[in-house]
């Protein structure tokens, strides 16, 4: 009996996880308000980010995956001076736009649907490269919405828009993979795996030779 049982779950687990995938993407599209879209506080999600804010100041930041903005209001605190950040969730741009009003940091934040990868993602970036690239909490929402190849293809491009930090955070149980494909990208770890209550944290290098 536990056996049968057993041979029942694993057969429906593939068809389950991509169902709870697109669960959470129409809960991000339909989502009203930003706080249905995040585990933890907005402290946890700067988790371990203070590590790397000395290296701001007058610095470019892609947010992919950029939430209300308060990660990207953090970086601006520490003089950063040029952001476009982008989510799925008009809920969330909107709270991002807001909490930039009035701010004399260069931001752009509009709505873009990540699993359309790297295509979807161009039309809304308007620099070919940036200091910073934040892709937090992002990989594990992604897998499920995207075949391996392509959420591969659509990391390569995410790592080359960094031309000089690299952050990313997931569940630790993906860490590794990410890791290894973003040093093979021509980054090396700087600081991390950083455990913290949302995920783990890692700041990689661009490697200039």
Same mark, same amino acid.
């Given at each position: 009996?536990?056996?049968?049982?057993?041979?029942?779950?694993?057969?429906?687990?593939?068809?389950?996880?991509?169902?709870? %995938?697109?669960?959470?993407?129409? %809960?991000?599209?339909?989502?009203?308000?930003?706080? $249905?879209?995040?585990?933890?506080?907005?402290?946890?999600? *700067?988790? /371990?980010?203070?590590?790397?804010?000395?290296?701001?100041?007058?610095?470019? $930041?892609?947010?992919? /995956? #950029?939430?209300?903005? /308060?990660?990207?209001?953090?970086?601006?605190?520490?003089?950063?001076?040029?952001? &476009?950040?982008? &989510?799925?969730?008009?809920? #969330?741009?909107?709270?991002?736009?807001?909490?930039?009003?009035? +701010?004399?940091?260069?931001?752009?934040? +509009?709505?873009?649907?990540?699993?359309?990868?790297?295509?979807? *993602?161009? /039309?809304? *970036?308007?620099? +070919? %490269?940036?200091?910073?690239?934040?892709?937090?909490?992002?990989?594990?929402?992604?897998?499920?919405?995207?075949?391996?190849?392509?959420?591969?293809?659509?990391?390569?491009?995410?790592?080359?828009?960094?031309?000089?930090?690299?952050?990313?955070?997931?569940?630790? %149980?993906?860490?590794?993979? *990410?890791? +290894?494909?973003?040093?093979?990208?021509?980054?090396? $770890?700087?600081?991390?795996?950083?455990?913290?209550?949302?995920?783990? $944290?890692?700041?990689?290098?661009?490697?200039?030779?």
């Amino acid at each position: 009996m536990i056996s049968r049982i057993k041979y029942f779950i694993k057969g429906i687990l593939p068809v389950y996880r991509p169902a709870l %995938k697109r669960t959470y993407r129409e %809960k991000a599209i339909n989502a009203e308000t930003p706080e $249905l879209l995040i585990s933890g506080t907005p402290e946890d999600r *700067l988790h /371990g980010l203070d590590q790397i804010f000395s290296f701001a100041n007058g610095a470019s $930041l892609l947010d992919a /995956g #950029c939430h209300d903005g /308060g990660v990207a209001w953090a970086f601006a605190s520490h003089g950063i001076a040029f952001i &476009d950040g982008v &989510d799925i969730s008009a809920a #969330c741009i909107k709270a991002a736009q807001s909490r930039f009003q009035g +701010s004399s940091v260069d931001t752009r934040f +509009s709505v873009c649907d990540l699993a359309g990868g790297a295509n979807n *993602l161009r /039309g809304h *970036l308007r620099q +070919s %490269k940036y200091d910073f690239v934040c892709y937090l909490g992002i990989h594990h929402h992604l897998r499920g919405q995207m075949s391996e190849h392509e959420l591969a293809d659509f990391e390569s491009f995410i790592f080359s828009m960094s031309s000089r930090f690299l952050i990313v955070r997931c569940p630790s %149980k993906f860490m590794n993979d *990410l890791r +290894s494909r973003i040093i093979k990208s021509s980054f090396t $770890l700087l600081r991390g795996p950083i455990e913290g209550p949302v995920g783990d $944290l890692m700041i990689f290098q661009r490697d200039h030779s």
